[in-house]
């Protein structure tokens, strides 16, 4: 990947490029880097089954009491792979805005001790260029809506919430 990507600095781990300890890929990854189990820092105990699931219980019930639209137009889905990585899918784009992105984030902060990331893959058709958002506690990853260089209308939105008008970073 190159070095003047959009990836923002992940303050748990500070290398440019996630480190692979012990099977695991270490800090912000790349997609390339996803079929491998995943930590923000190698000190994190391993995962178990039972942390999972509860993880999963109360982001969901959080979510669900804070929002009409879930579990009708996002999710969070998955089962347990041996990291703390959890996956939401929404159903379209307008249910990915700033507003979802900062709850998630806060959400990792208050209750994930700093070890959760979120993935959410942008992609809606098995054609298209395959994107995805990675919440982290301390930082957001956005890829590029449109190639860089190119201009868009996308680049000066009238709806602040909308991310589709962000292109690259939140």
Known sequence: ?????????????ETEDPDITEGYAIGKTNLERWGRL?????????LDAEE?????????EHFHGNYDNFPDEFY???DFSGDRTLDLKIDKPRVLTARLLSDLQEYLRM????MWRIRIPIYFQPSHRRRVVV????AINIPPILPSG???SLDHCAHDDALWCVGGRF
């Open 1 to 13: 990947m190159n070095k003047s990507s959009n990836w923002l600095a992940d303050p748990c781990h």
């Open 38 to 46: 995943w930590k923000a820092r190698a000190s994190d105990p391993e």
């Open 52 to 60: 999972w699931v509860i993880f999963v219980e109360r982001i969901q």
């Open 76 to 78: 969070f889905w998955g």
């Open 111 to 114: 209750n994930g001790q700093k």
């Open 135 to 138: 919440v982290y506690p301390h």
């Open 150 to 152: 190119i201009p868009s």
